[in-house]
């Protein structure tokens, strides 16, 4: 049953003792009105259950080339009605272009690297992490002369809507559902499968719907306790910051100025952090959230309240059920620390900057790889203790290879630390000939203050695939794995691994999320293969038009290929949502779970039927793809029905 969110006023207080159904953000006091929507007819709210059980609408979502897209007059009645937040941006590298937006010095920020270091693509409403989703219509380059070199708005949306209200989002939702206009949602632009851009469309921007409220006696359906209220444009860097100045912890991605979007994309697809396998995922923390759903409504989703809507944001993926405005999660009161170690080895000249302290260098590389399974071994008792383990596998070229891991252990104090490492290390020295000293373990902080500068646009591909317990059974299989991780990188690819496992016993009381992936409640390695080319590079180097796709085509192949070597030693486990690979095969399944898909897409077809909340292979979503005329896996088309 769908239940709409009332509207509550009042003053936000640092520290709440109210109930769950407390003063929601100012920003989500502002509502649209049922009477001011009746006096705007694009604007109108939608009525799910009067759809059609098997609804056929038009073949295809309008762009701009179709006689039926909004007239300029019809826009600027929208932008009115927001009060000004519709935005028309340009691709930010359009300064480096020649015609109207050229602009050398804006070009040498962007293209110098200055741009790095302030919050200018974070604060793009276009931008996200991977252009090359959006079609590489406008890359960032000097060198843009030549026929093939031009900057259109290829994937990226049209009009933004800079929201700072749910009124806004609202407006936006029933303005693109009305008009049969493809809808999209962007939050902080850490998108790596390109669900924040879409040819022609219309995008919600929840990039300033900021706020972090600790409450101290947060009350909801069995619980009782702390709580932190986050708006859905707040980064990891401004919770940590929060944490810090008020005592509390709360589960949140991982470094220090981390700007990923705790209250977006990542609880909704699972979520994984250093506490991962002490807490379980980000999924498992929230308490309630606020959205603003298909038919333009704002509503609450609890335990109690919209309950299947519940199970399916907590890991559901995101851009598929609803925008959110903001979430309560779990907190505990005070600080965690992380007791730390870093270490390497590696074969070959490698840059120094690569390297870990200590740093094992070896001749053989029969001893790198035994080394790695070593580790890999390892990496269960890591997981069983609470812990995080990183184990990053670089390729060089040739016979060089370097691996560099840490180890992450809340609550371990040095010494704990140090002795719980130490059996590893005497392994790396007996079993693969590594003599390596054992690093010598502190402590730091989980949370650390941070500014939210790091992030930035790369062009890298990348897949995924989460190593299940069963790989661990016997030294057999574990060998294996090990050999096809080997397989893997020598086909010149960079694997990493992060080893934790959200198990379902880890979460208190009855929050876990059921909607995540089981095949996350069953894992100890997360393993990402990585691409070492720069995608855009095809574009820049392109000399006959089509030359750069069909390279590009050639390189997600030997990406897959690569990953198939670890799918083949992991039968029947997936891939994490978030991150993941394009061209993931069999993906409701790998990425949900067979089981898990079948519940999620009947909360899908009940509370969109319409389907104005597409994502790249989310929920419900394959029943249409981008056309987009190359052959390639972007956004750099018309979304339609297949």
Same mark, same amino acid.
């Given at each position: 049953m769908r239940v709409a969110q009332a509207l509550i006023v009042g003053v936000l207080t640092v520290f709440s003792l109210a109930e769950k159904d407390a003063t929601n953000f100012a920003f989500e006091t502002k509502q649209l009105s049922k009477r001011d929507a009746t006096k705007y007819s694009d604007i109108t709210f939608g009525d799910a259950s009067s759809v059609p059980l098997n609804y056929n609408g038009p073949r295809c979502k309008i762009g701009p080339q179709d006689a039926a897209w909004p007239t300029l007059h019809e826009w600027a009645r929208l932008n009115t009605t927001l009060n000004g937040k519709l935005l028309k941006p340009t691709p930010a590298p359009a300064v480096c272009y020649p015609g109207p937006n050229y602009n050398a010095g804006a070009c040498e920020f962007l293209v110098g690297g200055a741009a790095r270091r302030t919050r200018f693509w974070l604060d793009d409403p276009l931008s996200v992490l991977s252009p090359w989703t959006q079609g590489n219509t406008c890359l960032l380059s000097a060198n843009v002369s030549g026929p093939t070199r031009s900057c259109t708005q290829g994937g990226f949306p049209e009009y933004v809507v800079n929201a700072t209200s749910v009124r806004d989002i609202q407006i936006a939702v029933n303005f693109a559902r009305n008009n049969n206009i493809r809808l999209i949602i962007k939050n902080t632009g850490h998108d790596f499968l390109g669900?924040?851009?879409?040819?022609?469309?219309?995008?919600?921007?929840?990039?300033? &719907?900021?706020?972090?409220?600790?409450?101290?006696?947060?009350?909801?359906?069995?619980? *009782? #306790?702390?709580? /932190?209220? @986050?708006?859905?444009?707040?980064?990891?860097?401004?919770?940590?910051?929060?944490?810090?100045a008020q005592n509390f912890t709360i589960a949140v991605p991982k470094l220090p100025t981390e700007t990923v979007g705790i209250a977006g994309g990542w609880f909704q697809g699972g979520g994984h952090s250093n506490l991962a396998s002490l807490w379980g995922l980000g999924a498992?923390?929230?308490?309630?959230?606020?959205?603003?759903?298909?038919?333009?409504?704002?509503?609450?989703?609890?335990?109690?309240?919209?309950?299947?809507?519940?199970?399916?944001?907590?890991?559901?993926?995101?851009?598929?059920?609803?925008?959110?405005?903001?979430?309560?999660?779990?907190?505990?009161?005070?600080?965690?620390?992380?007791?730390?170690?870093?270490?390497?080895?590696?074969?070959?000249?490698?840059?120094?900057?690569? &390297?870990?302290?200590?740093?094992?260098?070896?001749?053989?590389?029969?001893?790198?790889? *035994? #080394?790695?399974? /070593?580790? @890999?071994?390892?990496?269960?008792?890591?997981?069983?203790?609470?812990?995080?383990?990183?184990?990053?596998?670089?390729?060089?070229?040739?016979?060089?290879?370097?691996?560099?891991?840490?180890?992450?252990?809340?609550?371990?104090?040095?010494k704990r630390t140090q002795d719980f490492i130490a059996p590893l290390f005497q392994s790396f020295r007996t079993e693969a000939g590594i003599n390596i000293t054992t690093p010598v373990a502190k402590v730091v902080a989980y949370a650390e203050p941070g500014n939210g500068t790091n992030a930035a646009p790369g062009s890298n591909t990348f897949s995924?695939?989460?190593?299940?317990?069963?790989?661990w059974s016997s030294s057999t299989i574990l060998s294996e794995t090990s050999a096809a991780v080997r397989r893997a990188v020598e086909k010149g690819f960079s694997v990493r691994t992060r080893a934790y496992g959200p198990k379902l016993d880890l979460v208190k009381g009855p929050y876990a999320a059921q909607g995540v992936s089981p095949h996350m409640r069953n894992m100890v390695i997360h393993l990402t293969v990585f691409s070492l080319a720069d995608v855009s590079s095809f574009w820049v180097a392109e000399s006959v038009p089509g030359e750069a796709a069909s390279k590009l085509k050639v390189a997600l192949a030997r990406l897959e290929d690569a990953t198939d070597e670890i799918r083949r030693v992991t039968p029947g486990s997936?891939?994490?949502?978030?991150?993941?690979?394009?061209?993931?095969?069999?993906w409701q399944a790998s990425f949900f779970g067979r089981e898990n898909y079948a519940r999620l897409l009947k909360v899908k077809r009940e509370w969109d039927p319409w389907v104005l909340y597409w994502a790249h292979k989310g929920v419900g979503s394959e029943g249409w793809a981008v056309e987009t005329g190359d052959g390639l896996s972007t956004n750099n088309g018309p979304l339609c029905r297949v």
């Open positions: 669900r924040s851009n879409g040819y022609g469309s219309l995008s919600v921007w929840t990039h300033h &719907l900021k706020g972090i409220e600790y409450l101290q006696n947060y009350k909801a359906s069995q619980y *009782k #306790g702390p709580a /932190v209220r @986050l708006g859905a444009g707040s980064e990891t860097w401004e919770a940590n910051n929060a944490m810090i498992d923390q929230v308490l309630s959230i606020n959205l603003v759903t298909a038919d333009g409504r704002f509503v609450t989703a609890d335990r109690d309240t919209n309950k299947d809507l519940f199970f399916a944001l907590r890991g559901g993926g995101g851009s598929t059920y609803g925008i959110v405005t903001s979430i309560v999660v779990k907190a505990s009161k005070g600080l965690i620390t992380l007791g730390t170690a870093t270490y390497g080895f590696t074969t070959g000249p490698i840059a120094p900057a690569t &390297l870990q302290n200590p740093t094992a260098n070896i001749t053989n590389t029969q001893d790198f790889w *035994k #080394g790695v399974e /070593v580790y @890999l071994a390892f990496a269960k008792k890591i997981v069983d203790a609470g812990g995080f383990g990183h184990g990053d596998i670089t390729y060089h070229g040739n016979t060089s290879f370097s691996f560099a891991g840490t180890f992450l252990m809340p609550g371990f104090s040095a995924s695939r989460l190593l299940p317990r069963k790989n997936g891939a994490y949502y978030n991150e993941a690979g394009r061209l993931e095969p069999d």
